[in-house]
């Protein structure tokens, strides 16, 4: 099969690779990159798991072909902080408990990531139309909401960080 | 005490540590110890493991339900580059056997159908290459010529079908797996003599646990040693390891599993089983690693794990005044094509099948029947959901016939707090309870008076707000007797009686604690639970306390989690490895203070002299001395400060302590099944209140209220206990108005993906929870904790269906059937009974 090259910027990292066409971004994410921090769910495009950020706005990376994503700049959860210090989202899924098993966790909080970019002060029912497009098996949601809402609040008291969230 | 049973029926409680009021990390919220590596993608889950010269497979799966295997050409698929091997059922049945089966006599299943598949989607070959992509090219390019058989699509079909039709004919020519009455107490009697006798028939469709992470192995195989490794997010890797090396044809100690993190388990991933012994054999026909992991279609059409699948046909006999005297059902259970469980599920349900009533006497008919669709396997609840939806539903039933308060007709059959432990005519006993002081709290929680006003306001309007409130048992603590126990007496099959979990505890020098456990992560929080044990244990941080786990090479007698069972059984493990710890260190402490080992306690991360707070010893100098400094301490017994006997090893180098905690309360079965024995004896209980409002022009359903109290004894953690009860509550929202596999009458899954399989999305459930704890200590555990991980899941299907049932009186609806998903509840709504 013929390949593609392609140059993109992955958690501010610029790569160049050949591909597949047919090559899911989220297995190149996963295989090629060894970011396997974006799981891959139904696979279909329903559960968004495999959500990530691409130039700012959320995609689900099963449904989006590698090729796609030449030039484009890609995050991942690997991009947010680390064990030594969380961003702010991932601190407030801890706190609310917006977790359990962690799979669906890291499309979540690229959801927030987003949302919160455009709407930092949102209300409980904003919050909750924002993850209304992603699925969570365990949770119940009502903990996901509050980790949203507990993570807008985290940013807002955290100047520094303000900064780096609006950079983003 | 009740009935039938001996004094001397309860064995004495093995509680070491009572339930106290002055626990210091027991009972709070830490935050949980598994977060940080989940969050920040570092969670290493099935798919996220690779090996050197690793392959990935896929596998072809059936598009017939029921067909004869007549060849396969894999000649084309051979062909294609980057194809390492091919296997077929034949060349799997070369080296590997059939997989566990505890239905008896045996259900045979293989990793790879043999000769006929018996359900769409059973894998018929596999591929190993050196991509998934080319792997999954590959099978499009096997030829399979099948012949079609008859196919069994219905629990009515199966009762009747033979010949051809006959899934597995070895067993004989009939689809009926099983069938028996179990009867406790005295029924007819207590039938004859009632003042009302009430009968419904109720529906329970099969739905499925389906988290959003399949089941998956990654195997490989040393040639020259004969040993396979294999990777699994199996829950009960170390409990069942052995019989999938007995699968593959190689002693136990040949097969090392390695247990990763679960992305969500409720059951589906209790065994996986199938997964490790298909990959560990294409991984030995390959000679390479191989990765097997189930996509969606896999993990639905062949997962082994789809739910309950039962029609029930129930009566029940009341009293004028509303006191329940009994209960008999006949259950039909579509199983699928295989029985991996038994009829545990089953077994499962007579452990509650009273609920939290005074209920003297049941009779259960149960048969069990084979059909063309994908087996079931566990779903959170194991049966008890369904039986608890059964039972409410009959109460619900008795209170319209009586003209009794739903609420009312509850409490005037509730146990009552002085009369545990509690013995049920089925053998099984309740520990301890307090039945009335958990209804009242979610009625006051959610303020039913205030909602049974706007509900009346309401109506005036137009609008339909349905109430339910319903009172379920929440059975915990998991033991293997279940498994064969309705099996008939003569071909018990394997009749295990052990459910152990262990721990080994090891303080490093720095006296940080290390836990390994032997059951792995699963989707909740065993590192939590462990961790606020050990910190309660030795008065330490929660952050000194690192967890990690054990392979099957390196596993002790261990179970896992599955029947809400693991927190009060490591809870046990704990306890004992910490006791035995902290016997040695009390020891070195002394010898160090120069004080009697009576004198001493632990406090603040170290060991003190009661009542002077200037003599103590940090864990970590006692932990430098223990492990470095030998030469400090006497070498015997004559030489300790208080010249009481102890042992030399007391002061051998190092800090560690393995231990196996057995089940605290099971007893045998009786030999006839008079009685089934102790098995589920840790009983929680719940009451869940629901405010619904179901608009008639569509049936859509939303939730307007929501109260779950649980009592699930002393509780660890609330926040993560709380994250069950929302979590387990919503599969339950799922369970009852939405979740269905579908199957048509060739057999074929209507709605495998996620896309056709709705499960509940943020809009589908409650916005907001009031949760609630009422704590009756276990008298058998540690600590008085009980289990509470599937409780949501069992109240919420029976609190919905009442509440619905509520919102549409004035339609005369009736629930008897769920899901009930809008178009469905539309057509009832228009057309009366379902």
């Not at chain 1, 392609?6 to 597949?20: F, H, S, Y």
Request: charged share 20%; with cysteine.
């Amino acid at each position: 099969m013929n390949k593609i090259e392609i140059n993109l910027t992955v958690n501010g990292n610029r790569q160049r690779a050949n591909v597949e066409p047919r090559l899911l971004l989220s297995d190149f994410i996963r295989d090629g990159l060894g970011l396997k921090g974006t799981h891959v769910g139904c696979s279909h495009g329903v559960c968004g798991v495999c959500t990530v950020s691409m130039d700012g706005k959320t995609v689900r990376s099963c449904l989006t072909l590698a090729a796609q994503a030449d030039g484009a700049s890609i995050e991942t959860i690997e991009h947010l902080g680390n064990a030594t210090e969380l961003h702010p989202i991932q601190q407030a899924f801890s706190e609310a408990q917006g977790l359990q098993c962690g799979f669906c966790t890291p499309g979540m909080i690229a959801i927030t990531r987003e949302f919160l970019q455009h709407n930092p002060t949102p209300t409980r029912e904003e919050a909750t139309e924002a993850v209304s497009g992603a699925l969570c098996r365990c949770t119940g949601y009502e903990a996901i909401v509050d980790a949203i809402l507990l993570a807008a609040e985290l940013i807002a008291n955290t100047p520094i960080r303000t900064e780096e969230a609006a950079d983003e | 005490m009740s009935n039938h049973l001996e004094t001397h029926y309860i064995p004495d409680s093995k509680q070491r540590e009572r339930p106290r009021k002055d626990l210091k990390v027991i009972g709070k919220s830490i935050r949980r110890v598994e977060d940080t590596r989940l969050l920040t993608g570092s969670g290493r889950y099935i798919d996220d493991i690779e090996l050197p010269g690793m392959c990935h497979a896929a596998i072809l799966r059936s598009p017939y339900a029921h067909a004869r295997i007549v060849s396969i050409d894999t000649s084309k698929a051979r062909e294609l580059p980057g194809v390492v091997a091919i296997v077929t059922g034949s060349d799997a049945a070369k080296h590997t056997g059939p997989v566990v089966t505890f239905a008896s006599p045996p259900v045979e299943q293989r990793c790879i159908a043999l000769d006929k598949v018996r359900h769409a989607g059973e894998a018929v070959a596999a591929v190993v290459a050196e991509s998934r992509y080319i792997a999954e090219d590959a099978i499009d390019l096997i030829d399979v010529e099948y012949e079609e058989l008859p196919v069994v699509a219905t629990i009515e079909d199966a009762l009747t079908s033979k010949g051809q039709a006959v899934v597995h004919p070895e067993r004989g020519d009939s689809n009926i797996a099983h069938e028996h009455l179990y009867s406790f107490g005295d029924v007819d009697s207590d039938f004859e003599q009632a003042d009302h006798v009430i009968k419904r028939k109720l529906r329970w469709n099969r739905s499925g646990p389906y988290p959003l992470e399949y089941k998956g192995a990654v195997a490989e195989f040393d040639k020259g040693t004969g040993k396979f490794t294999c990777y699994a997010n199996s829950s009960m890797y170390n409990y069942v390891g052995w019989l999938c090396a007995a699968s593959l044809g190689i002693a136990p100690s040949q097969l090392n599993i390695k247990p990763v993190v679960a992305g969500g388990s409720f059951g589906s991933k209790l065994f996986n089983h199938k997964s490790i012994i298909l990959t560990c054999t294409l991984a030995r026909a390959a000679g390479r690693p191989v990765k097997y992991v189930e996509d969606a279609m896999d993990a639905v059409l062949n997962s082994d794990a789809h739910g309950s699948d039962r029609l029930y046909d129930a009566e029940i006999a009341v009293n004028s005044d509303g006191k329940i005297r009994s209960l008999r059902f006949d259950v039909y259970d579509d199983y699928g094509a295989f029985i991996q469980y038994g009829y545990g599920t089953h077994g499962n349900a007579l452990s509650q099948i009273i609920g939290p009533y005074k209920i003297k006497s049941v009779a259960m008919k149960l048969t069990a029947v084979l059909t063309n669709k994908c087996q079931q396997g566990a779903y959170r609840g194991f049966g008890s959901e369904v039986m608890n939806f059964l039972l409410e539903r009959m109460v619900d039933a008795a209170a319209d016939e009586l003209g009794i308060d739903k609420i009312e007709i509850r409490r005037r059959n509730l146990i009552q707090p002085d009369e545990f432990p509690y013995v049920l005519p089925s053998g099984n006993i309740y520990d301890s309870g307090n039945y009335p002081a958990v209804l009242e709290k979610a009625l006051s929680l959610i303020d039913i008076d205030g909602w049974r006003r706007k509900q009346a306001e309401a109506r005036k309007e137009g609008k339909h707000i349905g109430i339910g409130v319903v009172t379920c048992q929440e059975r915990s603590v998991f033991s293997s007797t279940e498994f064969w126990s309705l099996n008939k007496l003569d071909t018990p099959g394997f009749a295990l009686t052990s459910s152990p979990e262990s721990i080994r505890v090891k303080i490093d020098p720095m006296g940080k604690i290390y836990a390994e456990l032997h059951a792995p992560f699963w989707g909740n929080s065993p590192e939590t639970m462990v961790t606020q044990v050990l910190a309660e244990q030795f008065t330490v941080d929660p952050s000194d306390i690192i967890v990690g786990y054990a392979d099957t090479d390196g596993g002790l007698p261990g179970t896992g989690p599955g029947g809400s069972r693991f927190t009060v059984m490591i809870t046990g493990a704990a306890v004992s490895a910490a006791r035995e710890i902290k016997g040695k260190l009390t020891a070195i402490a002394a010898h160090m203070l120069q004080v009697a080992e009576d004198s001493l306690e632990f406090r603040d991360a170290g060991v003190g002299v009661t009542g002077d707070a200037e003599k103590h010893v940090k864990l970590s100098d006692l932990a430098m001395m223990s492990h470095y400094f030998r030469l400090n301490f006497p070498d015997d017994a004559e030489q300790s400060i208080d010249g009481r006997n102890r042992p030399p090893q007391n002061f051998s180098s190092g800090l560690q302590a393995a231990a196996t905690y057995d089940h605290p309360m099971t007893t045998m079965p009786d030999p006839e099944r008079k009685h089934l024995g102790i098995f589920y004896p840790i009983m929680g209980n719940m009451a869940h209140v629901a405010v619904i409002e179901v608009d008639p022009d569509t049936g859509r359903i939303q939730f307007l209220d929501y109260a779950a109290v649980h009592d699930a004894g002393v509780v660890v953690n609330p926040k993560t206990l709380a994250g069950h009860i929302r979590g387990g509550t919503a599969q339950g929202i799922g369970t009852a108005l939405y979740e269905e596999f579908q199957y048509d009458a060739a057999g074929q899954l209507l709605n495998a993906s996620l896309a056709d399989y709705r499960i509940p999305g943020v809009f589908e459930v409650p916005s907001s929870f009031k949760i609630g704890h009422v704590e009756t200590p276990s008298p058998y555990t540690e600590y008085g904790i009980k289990g509470g991980g599937e409780g949501g899941r069992m109240a919420s299907p029976a609190v919905i269906a009442q509440a619905v049932e509520d919102a549409l009186s004035p339609f005369n609806v009736l629930v008897n059937e769920l899901p009930i998903p809008p178009g469905k509840l539309h057509g009832l709504i228009n057309g009366g009974t379902s």
